[in-house]
């Protein structure tokens, strides 16, 4: 059985930092990208960024960019992300994603919650 399951959330004040893991297991993603969305309360699913399957590239959404920072362990099979000076905004759940097929990401974990308080 293939699984993500995230860790390392939590609550944290504005300008705050955490580091969110990611590990998986049942299946090697070292060939695959893997990424992160996140989820507000009352709000879809957006995208927080990606990182290529060999950690050289990486894409952010603008409103994350410069703060937050995708990166791998291909050996542990685990993906992070570093975010630093944290909003009330960022307040979500994340969620880590892997192996993009056909348009759509075909492992979801099962998501972290992340609380910035002002």
């Known amino acids: 059985q293939v699984q993500l399951v995230e860790s390392g959330g939590g609550l944290v004040q504005a300008g705050g930092s955490l580091t969110l893991s990611c590990a998986a297991s049942?299946?090697?993603?070292?060939?695959?990208?893997m990424g992160w969305f996140r989820q507000a309360p009352g709000k879809e699913r957006e995208f927080v960024g990606t990182?290529?399957?060999?950690?050289?590239?990486?894409n952010y959404a603008g409103s994350v960019k410069g703060r937050f920072t995708i990166s791998r362990d291909n050996a542990k099979n685990t993906v992070y992300l570093q975010m630093n000076s944290l909003k009330p905004d960022d307040t979500a759940v994340y969620y880590c994603?892997?192996?993009?097929?056909?348009?759509?990401?075909?492992?979801w974990g099962q998501g972290t919650q992340v609380t910035v308080s002002s």
């Open positions: 049942g299946r090697t993603f070292s060939g695959d990208t």
């Open positions: 994603v892997g192996a993009y097929r056909r348009g759509r990401y075909e492992y």
């Open positions: 990182i290529s399957w060999n950690g050289r590239s990486t």
